[in-house]
């Protein structure tokens, strides 16, 4: 089955900086990489999402990059604030017939985000 | 959106438990992970036209329903310690597995 790594496990950074975390994984029938951001006692929420079909894709401050041959993908916040604060997840989307919407995540990343 | 119930619970070993979703109005598939502290979601199994569709590594003890309102129960036996944890649910209809919405989860503690 499907196996995600994520890297860092914690990430410090100074408001304004920017913040990069990645991911790999192992399956190569996954082809949807969605990026979760999640707040101390609330659900995981999407912020942004990849299919294997694109390369990179960007939403204001936040982007993320998909190497499908080398199976990794990485999200980018850029002048990081202190509300991005929280944990952040990657998750890959395997599509085959035992797998059908079974999310994997990867561990989480703890970002803090100083003043 | 998706609900869930009770918001939090708290059990003891070897007691047993259901905890309740609602899936998003349309859906027809609802799926459900464990979060245990301080880790990413775990995947549980998922359910579709009230048939288990698929389970990861949890032994049978964790057991589901999904009822013909597409809302679902996970219920889980002989609660162990290691069972605490934030239980996620959710729902999207089938053939768009990139449209899952997570419902506020149930805290679940095992003493």
């Known amino acids: 089955g499907e196996n995600v790594e994520q890297h860092p496990s914690t990430l410090s950074v100074q408001e304004g900086d920017s913040a990069v975390i990645k991911c790999t994984y192992s399956?190569?029938?996954?082809?949807?990489f969605p990026w979760y951001k999640q707040e101390l006692g609330k659900r995981p929420q999407l912020i942004i999402d990849i299919r294997s079909n694109v390369g990179e894709k960007k939403d204001q401050r936040i982007a993320v990059t998909l190497n499908k041959t080398a199976k990794h993908f990485s999200l980018h916040i850029t002048e990081t604030q202190p509300e991005d604060s929280a944990v952040y997840f990657c998750?890959?989307?395997?599509?085959?017939?035992?797998?059908?919407?079974?999310?994997?995540f990867g561990a989480g990343t703890q970002v803090v985000v100083t003043p | 959106g998706v609900t869930q119930s009770p918001t939090h619970l708290i059990k003891t070993r070897g007691q047993q438990v259901t905890l309740r979703c609602s899936s998003q109005s349309g859906h027809n598939t609802v799926s459900w992970y464990q979060q245990a502290l301080g880790q990413g979601p775990q995947f549980i199994f998922q359910y579709y036209r009230e048939e288990e569709n698929g389970r990861g590594n949890f032994p049978p003890r964790f057991s589901g329903l999904q009822f013909p309102n597409d809302s679902s129960e996970l219920n889980v036996n002989a609660l162990e310690l290691d069972d605490s944890a934030l239980y996620l649910c959710?729902?999207?209809?089938?053939?768009?597995?990139?449209?899952?919405?997570f419902g506020p989860g149930t805290r679940l503690t095992v003493l």
């Open positions: 959710a729902s999207t209809l089938a053939g768009h597995w990139d449209e899952q919405f």
């Open positions: 399956d190569s029938a996954s082809n949807y």
């Open positions: 998750a890959a989307l395997p599509v085959t017939t035992d797998s059908w919407g079974k999310l994997q």
